[in-house]
């Protein structure tokens, strides 16, 4: 088994009621996750988005570019304030942009409020 198909497998094992659970949610046949296990198939490789999401962690710890299972990547990050902010209301990017200038703005005023 790969680095990748080991962290797969870690993950499982420690945030999934069972194997089965997860191929479940997944959507892939039962005993995947075994053939996975074995070496037999790296069929986890396209899916590695959806994998990581039921895992609780990011793509880049899966393919071993990150060390922290529970980091969060840029993109889910912006994801999630965006989510926080408008809930399922799709936004554009210059909507974002605007979002992020007045938060800066607010952030230098209460900075200057402090030294004042």
């Known amino acids: 088994m790969d680095e990748t198909g080991k962290r797969i497998a870690d993950l499982i094992g420690e945030r999934c009621e069972s194997s089965a659970a997860f191929e479940r949610e997944l959507g892939i046949p039962e005993k995947t996750v075994n053939d996975w296990r074995r070496g037999k198939s790296k069929s986890y490789r396209s899916r590695l988005t959806d994998i990581a999401k039921i895992l ?17 990547s840029a993109q ?4 999630a304030v965006k989510f926080a902010l408008f809930g399922d209301i799709e936004i554009d990017d210059e909507v974002m942009a605007e979002v992020k200038d ?5 952030a230098e005023r209460k900075k200057k409020q402090k030294t004042e």
Do not use: H, N, Q
């Not at 889910?76 to 994801?79: F, K, L, P, S």
């Not at 007045?102 to 607010?106: L, M, R």
């Open 102 to 106: 007045y938060a800066k703005f607010v």
């Open 76 to 79: 889910d990050a912006e994801r």
């Open 56 to 72: 609780g962690t990011t793509s880049a710890y899966l393919l071993g570019e990150a060390d922290d299972p529970s980091a969060i």
